[in-house]
């Protein structure tokens, strides 16, 4: 072992002989994260350390550490992910033994041993950033601004991406747990490096299935849908051993997005790509000349995508308990954002029709973010004011996770925020409380009939609830009606045949009480 490592407790050695004799990796030793593999955010504090890097090479792989005061003794365990890891853009390397360094990262407090910093900069060059939404790089735009945390970029890369090519492949799953959330890839020849990027979607996203996400080591085989927009290639997944991730058929062709045309008769339906329940539907009449507020003129086809980002993503949200945060981009044709605000993001645009918005929230994103479900607000960002502003007549539903609002002056920034929880207080409301499910029809596509199934488990102490079940087309017109009647609590399903139906997107809606839930489907002839 280096003789400039001091160790200063036992526990530290046998943490080290440890690493020895069972080869645990040095991302491994951050130890208190999910069991979906991510950090608990609140375990991370921003940091900056500078001092002597020490390198112990006694082991497979490299072990850093970082000598605060230069007293000979690690004062830190510098964390630069898997040996393999490399930043995605920048030239920095990792240190050299005896090397003076400056490292800004993510402090992981760990009891009775050294603390270890997550790498996110090592002198001024750019590492790590560790709430990057790795599943929305899928276009080839450059993200102005570089990466940051908290600064003002943008994900949304609009249409300029690659096909989409099914592919079939079979490994070993490597995790980088460095990542607020894990971080995983697919060894295919067995040299224990990465040949793919595995893109399971955001660390909220959970499948119908009983799919899990695979663990560092874990034999698996994926079948998913293949980018090559990176130096290593993407699969999106659809399966993972023969059980279904997510279904393929509602990524769409645009990845998040769609063109609206200027005299277009039907209303263009958007969705985020790894939630059909965020959508965004424009409406004919949409056009407008002047566009964009502070000048520039509108052309007459525009690109809408919208994408769903970590909190940490949002700019100008540090005063507020951003529990869920979406990007907005609207591409003009020669590929750049109108949303741009004269080279900065944060833009908005004035529209002559409303433009309806769905999001979505889960379990996961209110109890991570440690808010309350009670006081749920939605919110954009108002580049005239430069302030968060409230949106007006927006319906929040608890019961389904969805809040739902229309706006014709549409921002680059949408988020929901609520208030944080303090002690137990709101221990009690801080569930989403599924007491009614509308589940995803199946198949879907179909033709010409599909099974739609839900349950209704009212919360009152009545035996019956009145339901309606209705289908509408994308101009929200009513063309079926499925059910309309008083129901018991129980699990039901119907069949919706839809022979007189043109092919395009219909939406159900379940709607019970105050209980409104919508969900898409295709028909294909």
Not at 43 to 56: R, Y
Not at 501 to 516: I, N
């Amino acid at each position: 072992m280096n003789a400039l490592i001091k160790i200063k407790s036992n526990k530290i050695m046998l943490l080290f002989f440890t690493v020895i004799l069972f080869g645990i990796r040095q991302p491994d030793l951050l130890a208190q994260f999910h069991d979906d593999g991510y950090f608990d955010p609140d375990s991370l504090t921003q940091i900056t350390v500078s001092g002597t890097a020490i390198v112990d090479s006694s082991f497979m792989h490299p072990m850093y550490y970082l000598d605060e005061n230069n007293d000979g003794t690690a004062d830190y365990i510098l964390n630069f992910g898997p040996y393999w890891y490399e930043p995605s853009e920048g030239t920095a390397v990792r240190p050299e033994n005896g090397e003076t360094i400056t490292v800004n990262g993510g402090l992981h407090n760990v009891s009775d041993t050294l603390d270890i910093v997550v790498v996110y900069e090592i002198n001024g060059e750019f590492w790590r950033d560790a709430y990057e939404p790795m599943w929305d790089n899928m276009g080839r735009h450059m993200h102005s601004g570089g990466h940051h945390q908290g600064d003002c970029q943008g994900y949304a890369f609009g249409f300029d991406h690659d096909t989409l090519t099914n592919i079939t492949i079979n490994g070993t799953a490597l995790v980088d747990t460095t990542f607020i959330m894990g971080s995983y890839y697919l060894d295919q020849n067995g040299d224990g490096l990465p040949d793919y990027f595995l893109n399971f979607g955001p660390p909220w996203y959970e499948p119908v299935s009983d799919a899990q996400r695979p663990h560092n080591g874990d034999q698996i085989s994926i079948r998913g849908g293949l980018i090559n927009n990176d130096s290593i290639p993407m699969v999106i997944v659809y399966q993972i051993n023969g059980v279904e991730w997510r279904d393929s058929n509602s990524i769409g062709n645009h990845l998040g997005g769609g063109w609206a045309h200027r005299n277009m008769s039907d209303s263009l339906f958007i969705h985020s790509t790894f939630d059909d329940d965020d959508w965004m539907i424009v409406r004919p009449g949409w056009y407008n000349g002047g566009g964009m507020h502070g000048g520039g003129m509108m052309t007459d086809s525009l690109f809408f995508q919208m994408m769903e980002v970590f909190p940490q993503n949002i700019p100008f949200a540090d005063t507020e308990n951003v529990f869920a945060g979406y990007e907005i981009g609207v591409f003009l044709p020669d590929g750049s954002n109108n949303m741009w605000n004269g080279g900065g993001c944060g833009g908005m645009m004035q529209f002559n029709s409303n433009i309806d918005f769905n999001l979505h929230f889960t379990n996961n994103q209110i109890n991570e973010s440690n808010v309350s479900a009670s006081n749920i607000r939605a919110k954009y960002w108002n580049s005239q004011s430069n302030s968060w502003q409230d949106i007006p007549n927006s319906t929040i539903n608890v019961s389904t996770g969805t809040v739902n609002f229309n706006l014709s002056s549409v921002s680059n920034y949408i988020i929901l925020t609520s208030n944080q929880v303090t002690g137990v207080e709101d221990e009690g409301n801080n569930k989403l409380v599924n007491n009614y499910n509308l589940s995803q029809n199946y198949p879907n596509p179909f033709n010409p009939s599909t099974i739609i199934k839900y349950s209704i488990q009212p919360v009152e102490t009545q035996n019956f609830a009145s339901v309606q079940l209705k289908v509408y087309d994308v101009l929200g017109r009513e063309v079926a009606v499925l059910v309309n009647k008083k129901q018991k609590p129980g699990n039901y399903e119907v069949n919706f045949n839809a022979a007189n139906l043109t092919s395009g997107v219909y939406f159900y809606q379940l709607k019970s009480g105050s209980f409104v839930q919508v969900k898409k489907m295709i028909l294909l002839r």
